[in-house]
């Protein structure tokens, strides 16, 4: 009996990168740690950054001067929470998103 693989959508994967950001707080969360809680590999995570960025659902803080962290914006957090009440509604009904 195969077991079929299932694949995150682009919406899931980009909700993952939002939580881990979120986890963060206000001090943000580094490229690495959103990297490794969202399962990405280091290509995807610069795309997905980059569109999270231009859409205005994250933003760019500076940790320790140098380092660059990511915080959600207030359209972002917004973004999350709606996306948590279709996933539970969706998941009421056994379908995936």
Do not use: C, W
Not at 44 to 59: D, F, N, P, V
Not at 68 to 87: D, N, P, S, W
């Amino acid at each position: 009996m195969s077991r079929k693989k299932s694949y995150r959508s682009k919406v899931r994967i980009l909700a993952d990168m939002m939580r881990a950001i979120q986890n963060g707080g206000d001090e943000g969360t580094g490229p690495t740690r959103i990297l490794y809680s969202a399962n990405l590999s280091h290509d995807r995570l610069t795309q997905y950054i980059e569109e999270l960025l231009e859409k205005g659902l994250i933003r760019v803080v500076e940790q320790n001067g140098s380092s660059r962290a990511y915080v959600l914006t207030a359209k972002g957090m917004e973004f999350l929470r709606e996306f948590t009440k279709i996933e539970r509604f969706s998941q009421a009904f056994g379908i995936d998103i």
